[in-house]
């Protein structure tokens, strides 16, 4: 069975971390998708999810919502990633 793909903006801080974490307390059988515009705290963050949460799936994709060719070549890439 599939795992279920959550996307969080704005995951490597704030609000959207804390999302993170909680939903992973809940069902860390998950495919996590970090959706941030800086990729060295996404990784960072990835780094730190994996060590607490070994057994979940969480990656990580470059995106500025505020940008809409930036979200459409997002959505493209989770789309191929994902099979959705």
């Known amino acids: 069975m599939a795992r279920k ?3 969080i903006t704005g995951a490597s801080s704030g609000v959207g971390l804390a ?7 809940e069902d860390n059988g998950l495919h996590l998708c970090l959706a941030c ?8 963050v990835r780094t730190a999810l994996l060590a607490s949460y070994p057994t979940a799936e969480v990656t990580t994709v470059q995106v500025d919502v ?3 060719p930036s979200v459409f070549q997002a959505s493209k ?3 191929q990633r994902t099979s959705c």
């Open 5 to 7: 793909v959550v996307l």
């Open 37 to 44: 515009r800086n990729m060295s705290k996404a990784d960072a």
């Open 77 to 79: 890439e989770l789309k």
């Open 66 to 68: 505020s940008n809409l």
């Open 19 to 25: 999302l993170c974490k909680r939903l992973l307390e």
